[in-house]
């Protein structure tokens, strides 16, 4: 598994957040819940700059326990400016960061072998570690939807030189 390094600048994001147990999300799909429910609302976000991309930002909690712990779960498209936010939708902003990159084919579940190689393999072997505690998932004309075999999703980790 490829890893790319690249330079993101800062987002600006509206959407949807949930909080969410690892667990919830296997077995639940909440989160492939939440993002039908936003794509099915998207265009409500009317100060939207980018109509090709969606952005998943998975944030864990300090000392994050993946057996227990809760995370936020954000779903959205980036934005001019944080006016206009739809009821029931929530701003983020995402600091311009250096991040490892790395693509997956197929539906939302393979992300969890990209972040169990990320952990197992790659900080140990990159000179990088990691500089936050989110992740995120971009979505382009690539992905056909976070249950289809035929998308591709790029997943991006917030890192710095060790």
């Known amino acids: 598994m490829e890893a790319l390094i690249i330079n993101k600048p ?9 909080n969410v147990t ?6 639940n799909k909440t989160t492939i819940k939440l993002a ?15 109509e090709i991309e969606v952005f998943g930002i998975s944030t864990d909690p300090e000392d ?29 902003e995402i600091p311009a960061n250096l991040y490892a990159m790395f693509t997956f084919k197929g539906p939302a579940d393979n ?7 990320l952990y197992s393999t790659w900080l140990k072997q990159s000179g990088y570690e990691l500089s936050g505690l ?3 998932e971009i ?5 056909h939807g976070p ?5 591709i999703t790029d997943i991006c980790f917030p890192v710095r030189r060790k």
């Not at 979505?139 to 992905?143: A, F, G, H, T």
């Not at 249950?147 to 998308?151: H, L, M, P």
Request: aromatic share 12%.
């Open 10 to 18: 800062d987002l600006k994001l509206i959407g949807l957040a949930t």
């Open 22 to 27: 690892l667990h919830d999300v296997q077995q």
């Open 36 to 50: 039908y429910n936003f794509i099915d609302r998207r265009a409500e976000v009317t100060n939207c700059i980018n």
């Open 64 to 92: 994050y326990n993946p057996e227990t712990d809760q995370f936020e779960f954000f779903i959205g498209v980036e934005v001019s400016s944080n006016k206009d936010i739809p009821n029931e939708m929530v701003y983020r």
């Open 111 to 117: 992300a969890g072998p990209v972040h169990a190689y």
């Open 134 to 136: 989110y992740n995120i």
């Open 139 to 143: 979505y382009d004309e690539r992905n």
């Open 147 to 151: 249950e289809s075999e035929e998308s």
